[in-house]
């Protein structure tokens, strides 16, 4: 087969797929609850007589216009639509540092608070959050450092550090406060020595060491910051046997302990300082430790005390307290360990990596900067949603910046005092196995505020509240007329729920079912139901099976042009019925004649009858679409010059037979000016012709509706006039003699031409001749002279 017909072939199949893909019908809903469950263009019709004879309960679940199409009136159609409802909207805060001074539970960055979403499946409900940051926002800080050995000169350094990073931070916040933390490893080996001497002083000798630990919280948050530095400068280094430390550990517990570390319901920052790798999940079974890490608090007077007993966490497991409890991640690292964590950060959402010196003398500057870098972007996260809904964000950042899917949740490089929107859109698709409503949040990570949205799930339509149990409509009781249809009562089967599955034998009901005594069941068309046929339904929501046996259908009706009906009718009962101004079995056949009308507005020129909108020329020298090209006829003003001749000027070659011209009205005028004009008759010809005389006659010719021909004939004629002889004769003499004078003229021009071109040419041959003054050759002169050979000239 031709690639191009093979793809031709598949678009069709494709087109055909999707125009079939009517997920309404496709449902087979049996009651309005399950209609709107299947789509939101799908609705239910409560009219009690809107079924046919044949057609299935599910018939009334369709898309609605197809139900109106199908008679259906919109007061009949349940179609519930979802809504939204504002439950708190408070106004985001407008406040500068200068201002008055607010609790922290009093700033709102995020609008609204509250929503309540009634949910139709398949309808998406949109609404937009806003988000501003709130300037002079409160801040804790926990500061959560590895003191193994190799941290021993950075210790010194962070000594100072509560009153340094006060002052910074007062640039940026009036609330602040500030703890500190700090971590080793798992006191187990092969994480440490457990010999005695080393778990008192796991330094050299010449080294007075601290007892290793896991982690301990040496100061909750405080606004405080010579209270810090008090309290670090007493702290000393431990130390361990590997490389990795156990820095997990210490961040799941800061997390998770939000009592004893003091964390407030603020910008939440945790500054992890090390300049080591870590151990994660799996780690523990080194040290004979398989118990997963629970994710608990197992602070006792401020000590992990169950190191020995949980594994390490796992980063996913971190992640997740992480977020819950909005703390935003600041690793401050060595740059040998920067590729390690800048991996690490890229698996915790809102976290940043700075580079740490050797001695951690730049400690404050890199929080300073990780804290911007943090604060600049926001990040939408949300709660589980419970099954079959789904989300979708779209956000309008700065600069008219507008992004979609993952990109929709996150907005970068916000100020303070910006504000930016993100259109929300929910959607669930059927409904929750017990219906119950559904409570999900909307928060932007790292912050503690979020989004309450109570979800509710439309899973019946209103008329359901109406149903009359055991009505009588529905076999004397044996259902629930719900919604215009009939829910049988359990055991009971049937539109109208009129029979038991157990009383009646199948070939009962399957005599019933069949047309005229026949063998086909329902026409093969259907399935017999409780001794009723039932029509089976098309792939195309638009073709159906109808009657009493299904022996009907809207589809299977002769067709045109490869339409059914001609394009110009509906189909019933495998039977056309035309559109007004058609008929024919397939309303192919138009009695519109307007298709007829030749150019003089006669019907098919008047050589024709019009069937169907086409014309059936009688006159066979005539043809075309309406019957006026005649391609061996000659024009009419010469079909009609002679009998035009006959009859009024009684010359021409039919002057002896002109009774044989009597098929036309003439009509005699003086001047060929008087002959009917166009805007009198718009078709008319207008003829010119020349009579054996050489003159010309003027006449017109037109062909009336009811079949008359009118001549309309100019009696003057245009005969050409005879020579005039003196005119002529003395226009060749002139010519003569003119031409001759012309000759004689050019002649005499060309002989002066020519003479003074010759004696220019001798002037010039004068002015060049010179005489030769030469010796003549053959010239002797008289005079001899000789020279006498004595003479000695005394």
């Known amino acids: 087969?031709?690639?191009?017909?093979?793809?031709?072939?598949?678009?069709?199949?494709?087109?055909?797929?999707?125009?079939?893909?009517?997920?309404?019908?496709?449902?087979?809903?049996?009651?309005?609850?399950?209609?709107?469950?299947?789509?939101?263009?799908?609705?239910?019709?409560?009219?009690?007589?809107?079924?046919?004879?044949?057609?299935?309960?599910?018939?009334?679940?369709?898309?609605?216009?197809?139900?109106?199409?199908?008679?259906?009136?919109?007061?009949?159609?349940?179609?519930?639509?979802?809504?939204?409802?504002?439950?708190?909207?408070?106004?985001?805060?407008?406040?500068?540092?200068?201002?008055?001074?607010?609790?922290?539970?009093?700033?709102?960055?995020?609008?609204?608070?509250?929503?309540?979403?009634?949910?139709?499946?398949?309808?998406?409900?949109?609404?937009?959050?806003?988000?501003?940051?709130?300037?002079?926002?409160?801040?804790?800080?926990?500061?959560?450092?590895?003191?193994?050995?190799?941290?021993?000169?950075?210790?010194?350094?962070?000594?100072?550090?509560?009153?340094?990073?006060?002052?910074?931070?007062?640039?940026?916040?009036?609330?602040?406060?500030?703890?500190?933390?700090?971590?080793?490893?798992?006191?187990?080996?092969?994480?440490?020595?457990?010999?005695?001497?080393?778990?008192?002083n796991p330094c050299t000798s010449d080294q007075n060491c601290t007892s290793p630990f896991s982690y301990k919280n040496v100061l909750s948050l405080t606004e405080d910051g010579s209270q810090?530095?008090?309290?670090?400068?007493?702290?000393?280094?431990?130390?361990?046997?590997?490389?990795?430390?156990?820095?997990?550990?210490?961040?799941?517990?800061?997390?998770?302990?939000?009592?004893?570390?003091?964390?407030?319901?603020?910008?939440?920052?945790?500054?992890?300082?090390?300049?080591?790798?870590?151990?994660?999940?799996?780690?523990?079974?080194?040290g004979g430790i398989v118990l997963p890490n629970d994710g608990k608090c197992h602070l006792h007077d401020n000590m992990y005390t169950m190191s020995h007993y949980y594994d390490y966490p796992s980063i996913a497991h971190l992640v997740q307290k992480l977020s819950e409890n909005n703390i935003q991640t600041i690793f401050a690292v060595t740059e040998e360990f920067q590729p390690v964590y800048q991996e690490l950060k890229n698996l915790i959402p809102k976290s940043a990596v700075g580079t740490l010196t050797s001695d951690s003398n730049n400690v404050i500057d890199l929080i300073i900067d990780a804290y911007n870098s943090l604060s600049s972007e926001v990040i939408l996260e949300n709660s589980r949603l419970p099954e079959g809904v789904s989300i979708s964000y779209i956000s309008h950042c700065k600069n008219g910046v507008i992004e979609k899917g993952e990109n929709g949740r996150k907005c970068s490089n916000i100020s303070i005092g910006d504000e930016v929107k993100f259109e929300v859109a929910i959607t669930a698709k059927g409904c929750p196995f017990n219906g119950k409503s559904e409570t999900?949040?909307?928060?932007?990570?790292?912050?503690?505020?979020?989004?309450?949205?109570?979800?509710?799930?439309?899973?019946?339509?209103?008329?359901?509240?109406?149903?009359?149990?055991?009505?009588?409509?529905?076999?004397?009781g044996n259902g629930t007329l719900e919604c215009g249809a009939c829910r049988c009562n359990e055991g009971r089967i049937g539109r109208n729920c009129e029979c038991s599955k157990d009383e009646v034998r199948t070939e009962d009901l399957d005599a019933n079912c069949r047309m005229d005594n026949g063998t086909d069941i329902c026409s093969n068309n259907g399935d017999c139901v409780c001794g009723t046929c039932e029509c089976k339904k098309r792939d195309n929501p638009e073709e159906r099976y109808s009657g009493k046996f299904c022996e009907c259908d809207n589809f299977n009706c002769d067709r045109s042009n490869n339409k059914l009906c001609g394009g110009h009718g509906h189909c019933e009962c495998r039977k056309c019925i035309c559109d007004a101004n058609y008929t024919g079995s397939a309303c192919d056949c138009s009695l519109d004649t307007s298709t007829c009308l030749a150019s003089n507005?006669?019907?098919?020129?008047?050589?024709?009858?019009?069937?169907?909108?086409?014309?059936?020329?009688?006159?066979?020298?005539?043809?075309g679409p309406t019957c006026e090209i005649c391609p061996t006829c000659p024009g009419v003003c010469t079909e009609h010059k002679d009998c035009v001749q006959c009859r009024a000027f009684a010359t021409g070659d039919k002057k002896d037979t002109c009774e044989e011209c009597g098929y036309f009205n003439l009509k005699v005028v003086k001047m060929k000016n008087e002959l009917p004009q166009p805007h009198d008759q718009p078709y008319i010809n207008h003829c010119k012709e020349r009579d054996a005389n050489d003159c010309w006659f003027f006449f017109s010719y037109a062909s009336k509706n009811d079949s008359t021909i009118e001549v309309h004939v100019a009696e003057e004629l245009e005969?050409?006039?005879?020579?005039?002889?003196?005119?002529?004769?003395?226009?060749?003499?002139?010519?003569?003699?003119?031409?001759?004078?012309?000759?004689?003229?050019?002649?005499?021009?060309?002989?002066?031409?020519?003479?003074?071109?010759?004696?220019?040419?001798?002037?010039?041959?004068?002015?060049?001749?010179?005489?030769?003054?030469?010796?003549?050759?053959?010239?002797?002169?008289?005079?001899?002279?000789?020279?006498?050979?004595?003479y000695e000239g005394k």
């Open 719 to 790: 005969c050409p006039s005879g020579p005039d002889i003196i005119p002529i004769v003395a226009g060749v003499v002139a010519g003569i003699v003119l031409i001759g004078l012309a000759l004689l003229l050019i002649w005499k021009l060309l002989m002066i031409i020519h003479d003074r071109r010759e004696f220019a040419k001798f002037e010039k041959e004068k002015m060049n001749a010179k005489w030769d003054t030469g010796e003549n050759p053959i010239y002797k002169s008289a005079v001899t002279t000789v020279v006498n050979p004595k």
């Open 228 to 286: 810090f530095n008090n309290l670090v400068s007493r702290q000393q280094i431990s130390g361990n046997l590997d490389s990795p430390e156990g820095g997990f550990d210490a961040i799941m517990q800061v997390a998770v302990c939000a009592n004893q570390i003091g964390w407030r319901n603020v910008t939440r920052l945790l500054v992890f300082s090390t300049d080591a790798g870590f151990h994660f999940a799996g780690d523990g079974k080194l």
């Open 440 to 476: 999900i949040k909307i928060k932007p990570l790292g912050f503690t505020e979020e989004v309450e949205i109570v979800l509710n799930f439309i899973c019946e339509c209103e008329c359901h509240k109406d149903g009359i149990p055991n009505s009588q409509s529905c076999h004397f």
């Open 1 to 200: 087969m031709d690639t191009r017909l093979l793809l031709i072939l598949v678009l069709l199949g494709l087109s055909r797929a999707q125009q079939d893909g009517n997920e309404c019908t496709k449902a087979s809903a049996q009651s309005c609850g399950e209609c709107i469950q299947a789509g939101e263009k799908c609705g239910w019709c409560t009219d009690e007589s809107f079924l046919k004879q044949g057609e299935q309960k599910s018939t009334r679940c369709d898309e609605i216009d197809a139900l109106i199409k199908k008679g259906c009136s919109n007061t009949s159609i349940e179609n519930p639509r979802g809504s939204i409802t504002v439950n708190k909207n408070q106004p985001v805060t407008n406040r500068t540092k200068d201002g008055v001074k607010l609790k922290p539970d009093q700033i709102t960055q995020i609008q609204p608070q509250k929503l309540t979403l009634d949910l139709r499946s398949g309808e998406a409900q949109k609404f937009v959050l806003k988000f501003k940051r709130a300037e002079d926002y409160p801040i804790d800080l926990y500061y959560l450092m590895d003191l193994s050995f190799s941290m021993k000169d950075d210790l010194e350094n962070v000594k100072n550090l509560g009153t340094h990073l006060m002052k910074k931070m007062q640039t940026i916040t009036s609330d602040f406060r500030i703890g500190f933390g700090s971590f080793v490893e798992k006191t187990v080996m092969p994480y440490i020595s457990t010999t005695p001497a080393k778990l008192l």
């Open 601 to 623: 507005k006669q019907i098919c020129n008047g050589r024709g009858t019009c069937e169907c909108g086409v014309c059936k020329c009688t006159d066979t020298k005539f043809q």
